[in-house]
């Protein structure tokens, strides 16, 4: 892979990493306080929430840091060993953790009462919402399985072939 790509790639994956952390930090919890000042109902559903999204938040950090390690043995020419399986399944696993989340939301958002203001956003629509990251979720996740299959058929190959040689 040519080395101006994999920096490009790198630097996205550090401003994504950084934005994630500003949005750990600043974005989510400020947002989470303003909706209850706007609507004081939701009180007893703002810290749940605010870890669920944070965590959610960590679970892309996670799988953006396999990327980049996956990046680095591509550079070094040794994604074709096992070594990379770990960092592939650190990719799948985080995946499912927030799929994972974004199903406990949407299961919690099906069977709780929670008030709603009339701005627009009700719970139907935050249940939508949960059910979409569950499903773009749950696709991701076995797309990555998909690819990690792939990638087990190109190691065995490529230690045949290197038997061969």
């Given at each position: 892979m040519h080395s101006l790509l994999v920096g490009i790639?790198?630097?996205g994956i550090a401003a994504a990493v950084l934005f994630g952390l500003f949005a750990?930090?600043?974005?989510?919890?400020?947002?989470a306080a303003d909706e209850v000042d706007l609507f004081p109902p939701y009180e007893p559903y703002a810290l749940p929430y605010v870890?669920?999204?944070?965590?959610?938040?960590?679970c892309v950090q996670v799988a953006l840091g396999a990327t980049w390690m996956l990046l680095?043995?591509?550079e070094r020419n040794a994604i074709f060993t096992r070594s990379a399986f770990r960092w592939v399944d650190m990719i799948i696993g985080a995946a499912t953790v927030a799929t994972v989340i974004a199903l406990g939301a949407a299961v919690h958002l099906t069977?709780?009462?929670?008030?709603?203001p009339d701005d627009g956003m009700d719970a139907e629509g935050a249940l939508l919402a949960a059910l979409a990251c569950v499903a773009v979720g749950a696709a991701f996740s076995m797309l990555v399985v998909i690819m990690r299959t792939l990638l087990g058929k190109a190691t065995e190959m490529q230690t045949e072939l290197a038997e061969v040689i």
């Open positions: 790639l790198r630097i750990q930090a600043v974005i989510i919890p400020t947002v870890i669920a999204s944070i965590l959610g938040v960590a680095s043995m591509v069977f709780a009462t929670i008030p709603s």
